[in-house]
């Protein structure tokens, strides 16, 4: 299983919106409502941010949004802060009772 | 509140075995399916193995298959990775991750991590 395609990095100034996306097969991303995108920082545990495509667990800022089009999810952050700089990761569940990470994207605020 | 403590990393030669213990507490650790993740040196999260919370069903990525094996101690609320012939990619930091929602395929809760480093 080969992992989900993200950006590299992305970056914004505060306040701006950002949109990372993650391109996967119909074998995940697109034949599955099974995506979530996790933020970490480094040396941190991992923290999900949303699940099943659009939704946030409580206590999730909504500036977090989760969409998915198709083999492409997409999380945004809007009215970007200092405290989002982070590595985020999308992940899905597959055909084959798996779970797939994507490359990972490093966000930075300018 | 949810806690998740692995323990078990350290130094290991190639070819030789070891077991990390993830402990939970806070939940009810019987009725959540229970997964590994690690992340190499430099390097994004890998999805390493899930198990259902009956033990009845186990997944393992491809890089682990036939050399990993999850399991759980419901009674001890205690999940483990047995990793036997190991290699220097194997080097990682290694977390436990709580399942929920549809195939537990959401990590909800995370361990600290503990670090496995493989090498002579």
Request: with cysteine; proline share 3%.
């Amino acid at each position: 299983q080969s992992a989900l395609t993200q950006p590299a990095s992305v970056s914004g100034s505060p306040g701006q919106s950002i949109t990372i996306s993650c391109t996967g097969t119909s074998s995940d991303v697109g034949g599955y409502e099974f995506v979530s995108w996790y933020q970490h920082h480094p040396g941190k545990a991992p923290k999900l941010m949303i699940y099943e495509v659009r939704n946030r667990p409580s206590g999730v800022s909504n500036r977090f949004s989760g969409s998915k089009s198709a083999n492409t999810a997409s999380l945004t952050i809007s009215g970007l802060q200092a405290e989002d700089e982070a590595d985020y990761y999308c992940c899905s569940y597959t055909s084959t009772n798996t779970q797939v990470f994507g490359t990972g994207t490093k966000v930075t605020v300018l | 509140q949810v806690q998740l403590v692995e323990s078990g990393g350290g130094v290991v030669q190639p070819g030789r075995s070891l077991r990390l213990s993830c402990a939970a507490s806070g939940f009810t650790f019987s009725s959540y399916g229970m997964h590994w993740v690690r992340q190499a040196p430099g390097k994004g999260l890998e999805w390493v193995a899930l198990i259902w919370y009956d033990a009845t069903n186990k997944y393992y990525s491809g890089s682990v298959r036939g050399r990993f094996t999850i399991s759980r101690d419901n009674a001890k609320n205690t999940l483990y990775l047995q990793m036997n012939s190991l290699r220097p990619e194997d080097t990682a930091v290694y977390y436990c991750a709580r399942g929920s929602g549809w195939y537990s395929s959401n990590f909800d809760y995370w361990g600290q991590g503990t670090l496995v480093t493989v090498s002579s």
